[in-house]
């Protein structure tokens, strides 16, 4: 699967401006860049939900994770996760909610959870949801410390088990660290860098990581 000469236009703004990119099958692939750096909008050309230039090919079915939840607030967590399955993979709710902890609010309302446990459903759903990708947009993102911790482990542990090829944007460097095998900065619609991580994730949450430092100086032009 690959994008080759992708570029996107909203007007006089060139978004994306001749992006070259070959996500690794079975790995996760981190997306940093500032705002404005067109990081949602390759998101948005894999999932083919935005007309482009260029070509795109070899991609499978996706998943998205968005920012949002997205859950309707007049169903259960339960009913939220069966609006997006065929009646034969109902049978796979109840497990997955115990994986993201869930296993005994299945019959509650968004309304109900709080904003990490909405988050959880969110996770739950987009592993759940029939697909050959996962794409991920900024999905720890207005979480606290702690929480960032426990959903960064919880969705390295699902990819372990699935084996999924991860595609996920983010503006923090860290959550690229600890959960990337492969981090591909964004500037001003192009490629500005492309740094293998090594090894699976999740990584050390309190360790020093010297990628960091090499993706701040990527961030930053140096």
Known sequence: MKLVNVTKRYGEKLALDGICLEPEEGKITAILGESGAGKTTLLNVIADMVPFEGVKEGFPPVSYLFQDDKLLPNLTVEKNLRLVLPKAQWKEIGPMLEKVGLGGMRKRRPGALSGGERRRVAIARAFLYPHGMLLMDEPFSSLDLSL????IGLVASLWRERGDTVVFVTHDVREAVLLAHRAVVLRQGKIAAD?????????DFFADHPAERLLVRSLMGE
């Open 148 to 151: 960032k911790r426990t959903l």
């Open 195 to 203: 740094h293998a991580l090594g090894g699976d994730p999740p990584r």
